[in-house]
């Protein structure tokens, strides 16, 4: 027979295990709490960092730009505004490169301009040929051979800077013409304190010295950016209407850097002497 001793002894054990077991609980129950939290302050830190350290550079080599994005189960797309642009005339993107920068043939002292023919409405340009003789006789070169034609402009920056990025036959910011020109007119009278002012033109490059090929930009609102992109054209007043109408239909990833909404393609790109 278990004495009033022994019994007290065994229900204290008891109560002793039971608060044990509460504890063991209560501390795994906190362990996968705390992993919890800071499995979710990881993913909020690292997109933090991500978009700090992620700066806006004017590529012509970036492969990344238009890259899609993920969207998590209950989290709402970025909303895409009208596509305020006509459908792309027919045709095809050529795909032709050269080794090496075109010879000069442009004359330095006359006038030239370039009319792109987009799908949102035509952007004419006066270009810059004794500023930047290398780039408008490039220019004038590719689009002699019909390389813009068909080609899309595959980026819009609303966010830092304010430009609508073109030029690149594969579409995506990796392709060129397949040599590269040099830097000009990186002292323009325009560029003042590190601001592209709205209406440039001005060449897109891999951020490093003489880097240029075919892509390009064109600058919708005044932009800080260092003077390393070769100014070599401004846009009419006919052409920044049709460019900020691009601007206004936004970007597709919401970011601030993405394809543009609207449909924009060159159809036809001519530059001409007058």
């Not at 891999?206 to 260092?226: A, C, D, E, I, K």
């Not at 401004?234 to 970007?251: F, N, P, Q, R, Y």
Request: hydrophobic share 35%; aromatic share 6%; net charge positive.
């Amino acid at each position: 027979m278990v004495s009033q001793e022994q019994r007290r002894r065994q229900l204290a054990r008891e109560k002793f295990l039971r608060q044990q077991q509460r504890r063991t609980s209560a501390r795994r129950k906190a362990r996968m709490r705390n992993a919890a939290i800071a499995s979710v302050l990881g993913v909020i830190l690292i997109g933090s960092v991500a978009l700090y350290t992620t700066g806006v550079v004017l590529k012509d080599d970036d492969s990344k730009t238009n890259a899609g994005a993920e969207v998590s189960p209950g989290a709402s797309a970025p909303s895409k505004a009208p596509d305020p642009c006509d459908k792309p005339a027919d045709g095809k993107v050529k795909t032709q490169t050269w080794e090496k920068e075109p010879a000069m043939t442009i004359d330095k002292s006359a006038k030239y301009t370039m009319k792109l023919e987009t799908t949102c409405g035509d952007i004419d340009i006066a270009l810059k040929a004794e500023a930047a003789p290398h780039t408008v006789n490039s220019f004038d070169f590719l689009a002699g051979k019909g390389f813009f034609d068909h080609t899309k402009c595959h980026r819009l920056t609303t966010n830092g800077i304010f430009v609508l990025q073109c030029g690149d036959p594969t579409g995506q910011g990796n392709g060129g013409p397949g040599y590269n020109i040099p830097d000009e007119n990186l002292k323009d009278k325009s560029l003042k304190d590190n601001m592209y002012p709205a209406g440039t033109v001005a060449m897109a490059n891999t951020g490093q010295p003489n880097s240029g090929g075919s892509q390009f930009f064109l600058v919708y609102q005044n932009s800080p950016l260092p003077p390393s992109y070769t100014p070599f054209g401004t846009i009419s007043d006919e052409g920044m209407t049709v460019l900020k109408k691009i601007a206004a239909a936004g970007e597709s990833t919401g970011a601030g850097d993405g394809a543009p909404n609207a449909t924009v393609v060159i159809d036809k790109a001519t530059v001409a002497k007058s």
